[in-house]
């Protein structure tokens, strides 16, 4: 509480009655002492009289609610009028008090303030749940795109989540292993427990082993406390374990035992300790020829290739990229503080051809690029591919197929002939659907592929 008013006698009476039912007071007798007091002391609650010397307590409540929004304010007068009870709520002001000052009545004003902050902090942890049920039920909706082969991937994640079962995820790099894995946990059996990534690739062995199972007290020097490893951190949560194919072999055979005993031994430790953690693990290498190879324990291998999730790279996934480039796009503008922008359509056509071999990472890339380098409300070819050299079709493209020359019959025709390709790739093949979808009849649309050797 802090307590101001310009009358030392009912100031000090009042921070004697505060203190005796339990609150830490301060008091100040001006305005000027008031703001400084607010620096060093969070108030939840400030009784200010309206009339002060040299300022008024209206400009004190302005300060406080400027430094801590969710401050609680009872302003006191001896004149009470309506424009003056106005003016003080109109500041903010959560009460309004008039002189003398009733004990018994200040003591109700103020159980009814504790009352309204005990139902907001309920509120508040309701939005809390309520948000942490919308993230989970988005778990896999932040894997953008509707297509077949990523909707095959959304629905082993459905399937697996539930599970305590170990995971892993396959894929080239950029593909989004990381979602699939954050979306297995957000619509796990403990959404609210942490998710722990590692990168495996990233850290030397020994650190490693430290980071994943922790250490006791005089493990080794510099040791001078215990220190959980994130399996033990994660407590019912998940462990992500990215890149888990660039693991050393001595810790495979420890993150083997955490596995099959459910126990993980800290370095140092003299005896186990419970593991309840799940794991999630993803590689971009062919865990199967790794094995083979002896680079790889196949016990462990076995262990957590209990359901494979096969991430597809996006050259398998092009139907999704017009999703994607949206989702992307709107992320970014909110970030960088922008407008959300679109992309011309023949811009979109080159990005849906272009051959990505950084997956979905790589656009992902190009479009915050394009973003943060274009002047117009929309993206063009040139601010998408500015450093890609004028002919190519996208990024990194040596497909002669997807090139543009500057003659216009040329261009077109190389357009079609992706178009075409595009379109009978998405029907499989149904040269009859593919009609009906391109706006064609089917002997025209012969033609065509004949024409252009498909």
Same mark, same amino acid.
């Given at each position: 509480?802090?307590?101001?008013?310009? *009358?030392?006698?009912?100031? @000090?009476?009042?921070? !004697?009655?505060?203190?005796? %039912?339990?609150?830490?007071?301060?008091?100040? +007798?001006?305005?000027?002492?008031?703001?400084?007091?607010?620096? @060093?002391? =969070?108030?939840?609650?400030?009784?200010? @009289?309206?009339?002060? /010397?040299?300022?008024? &307590?209206?400009?004190?409540?302005?300060?406080?609610?400027?430094?801590? /929004? %969710?401050?609680a304010a009872i302003m006191i007068t001896a004149w009470a009028t309506v424009e003056s009870a106005v003016e003080a709520f109109r500041h903010g002001a959560t009460d309004y008090l008039i002189k003398p000052v009733l004990f018994e009545d200040l003591t109700a004003r103020l159980a009814r303030i504790a009352t309204n902050r005990a139902l907001t902090r309920e509120n508040q942890g309701l939005k809390r749940k309520l948000a942490r049920q919308m993230r989970s039920a988005a778990g896999i909706e932040s894997i953008v795109g509707h297509g077949p082969a990523i909707s095959a991937v959304k629905g082993l994640i459905a399937r697996v989540a539930p599970t305590r079962s170990n995971v892993l995820v396959t894929g080239e790099s950029g593909t989004g292993k990381e979602l699939a894995a954050r979306a297995i946990h957000d619509l796990g059996l403990n959404p609210e427990a942490p998710f722990l990534p590692v990168n495996c690739a990233a850290i030397p062995p020994d650190l490693l082993e430290n980071q994943l199972f922790g250490h006791v007290r005089g493990?080794?020097?510099?040791?001078?406390? @215990?220190? /959980?490893?994130?399996?033990?951190?994660?407590? %019912? &949560?998940?462990?992500?374990?990215? *890149?888990?194919? !660039?693991? /050393?072999? #001595?810790?495979?055979? #420890?993150?083997?035992?955490?596995? *099959?005993?459910? =126990?993980?031994l800290p370095v140092g430790a003299p005896s186990p300790e419970p593991n309840r953690a799940r794991l999630v693990a993803a590689t971009n290498k062919d865990l199967a020829d790794e094995v083979a190879r002896g680079q790889f324990r196949p016990d462990l291998y076995y262990r957590l290739d209990v359901v494979s999730i096969p991430m597809p790279p996006l050259r398998d996934r092009r139907e999704d990229i017009p999703e994607l480039v949206e989702a992307l796009l709107a992320r970014h503008a909110d970030r960088l503080g922008q407008v959300v922008r679109s992309v011309e359509p023949d811009a979109l056509e080159r990005l849906i051809a272009a051959p990505w071999p950084g997956n979905v990472r790589e656009l992902d890339n190009l479009l915050e690029r394009a973003l943060i380098m274009a002047d117009g409300p929309v993206l063009t070819a040139a601010d998408l591919f500015r450093g890609f050299g004028r002919n190519a079709i996208g990024p990194a493209s040596d497909d002669a197929d997807a090139r543009l020359t500057d003659d216009l019959r040329d261009a077109i025709r190389a357009f079609e002939k992706?178009?075409? #390709? $595009?379109?009978?790739? %998405?029907?499989?093949?149904?040269?009859?659907?593919?009609?009906? $979808?391109?706006?064609?009849?089917?002997?025209?649309? +012969?033609? #065509?592929i004949? *024409?252009?050797?498909?």
């Open positions: 509480m802090l307590v101001v008013d310009d *009358e030392r006698i009912l100031a @000090d009476t009042l921070a !004697e009655f505060l203190t005796g %039912e339990g609150h830490s007071v301060r008091v100040a +007798y001006e305005a000027s002492s008031a703001v400084r007091a607010l620096v @060093d002391f =969070e108030a939840d609650v400030i009784l200010c @009289d309206i009339q002060l /010397p040299g300022s008024s &307590g209206l400009d004190v409540l302005k300060q406080a609610r400027a430094k801590r /929004p %969710e401050v493990a080794f020097t510099g040791a001078d406390r @215990d220190r /959980p490893g994130l399996f033990v951190a994660a407590g %019912e &949560g998940t462990v992500f374990l990215d *890149e888990i194919g !660039e693991m /050393p072999s #001595k810790l495979q055979a #420890k993150l083997l035992r955490a596995i *099959e005993n459910r =126990e993980i992706r178009h075409l #390709k $595009r379109i009978l790739a %998405e029907c499989g093949d149904d040269r009859k659907s593919a009609a009906a $979808r391109l706006g064609l009849g089917l002997s025209s649309l +012969y033609a #065509k004949k *024409e252009h050797g498909l």
